[in-house]
């Protein structure tokens, strides 16, 4: 039995899909996948059902009616790894701005470095961006900044979507509680699992821009991690997290 899932939320992504996937499955550990796609309409899960006669066993889709965020697609994602009894639960982009390779560094410090939470961090070894236009990266850069004078969290990279976790730490936070869809709901994690006492290790990868499809960043992503990271510290002063 595999002890690893990586989640991979998706939409628009058939130029990215077959290949993030066969990364995967190429690494030395045998990590299974989970895809959650928004019923894309280019056809990403069609794909993967495709794959799926090659990879039986270790290539799971679920397939949501419409569009409803990342953070949505992740919930339902890790209430899917849970039931079906994965010690160790990823989160990972399909579009390589996450390197597959790395997964096993993230395994590693859960497994083997007592991590709860591992996170694939782009600023702790300086500033670890390929490809990104300045302002993308400063935007990136502050936020991060901006979490840690609010939380008092102590983590470089606090908006970073690349994390394995305890299957423990996914138990414990009240998975249904979770608000937030964007960058903030990256926040949201970190900050409840900090809030919970779990061990958080920041592991420095290379973090490079999509060359592949679209972003789906905008502006109201942006807003909701602004206002939502103050919304979180009062929650959290009030013992709402
Ligand atoms: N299921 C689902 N997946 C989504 C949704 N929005 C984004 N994704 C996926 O989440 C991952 C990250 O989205 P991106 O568009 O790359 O967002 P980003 O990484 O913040 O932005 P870029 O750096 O510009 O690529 C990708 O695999 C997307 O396909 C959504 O509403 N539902
Ligand atoms: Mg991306």
Redesign the pocket.
């Known amino acids: 039995m595999a002890d690893c899932l990586v989640v991979?939320?998706?939409?628009?992504?058939i130029e990215n899909i077959e290949s993030i996937i066969r990364a995967v499955f190429t690494l030395s550990h045998p990590f299974h996948i989970l895809i959650?796609?928004?019923n894309s309409p280019d056809g990403t899960a069609e794909k993967v059902v495709e794959l799926q006669k090659e990879f039986r066993d270790k290539l799971h889709l679920s397939v949501?009616k419409k569009?409803?965020?990342?953070g949505t697609?992740y919930v339902h994602g890790f209430k899917w790894a849970l039931k079906h009894q994965y010690e160790f639960i990823f989160e990972m982009?399909?579009?390589f701005?996450h390197n597959p390779n790395d997964l096993e560094k993230l395994y590693s410090s859960c497994k083997n470095d007592s991590a709860d939470l591992a996170i694939g961090s782009r600023y702790v070894t300086g500033v670890n961006v390929v490809n990104w236009p300045l302002s993308r990266v400063l935007l990136s850069y502050f936020a991060s900044v901006y979490v840690r004078m609010i939380t008092g969290m102590k983590i470089m990279d606090a908006t970073a979507?690349f994390i394995c976790y305890k299957r423990e730490v996914l138990e414990t936070l009240k998975l249904d509680r979770i608000k937030f869809i964007g960058y903030a709901f990256q926040i949201e994690m970190k900050y409840r699992a900090f809030a919970k006492g779990f061990v958080i290790k920041e592991v420095p990868v290379i973090f490079t821009?999509?060359t592949k499809g679209q972003?789906?960043?905008s502006g109201a992503i942006i807003k909701e991690a602004v206002f939502g990271v103050i919304s979180l510290r009062f929650r959290k002063m009030f013992n709402r997290l």
């Open positions: 991979i939320p998706t939409y628009n992504e959650v796609d928004d949501r569009k409803s965020g990342l697609a982009d399909a579009d701005s979507g821009d999509r972003s789906k960043m």
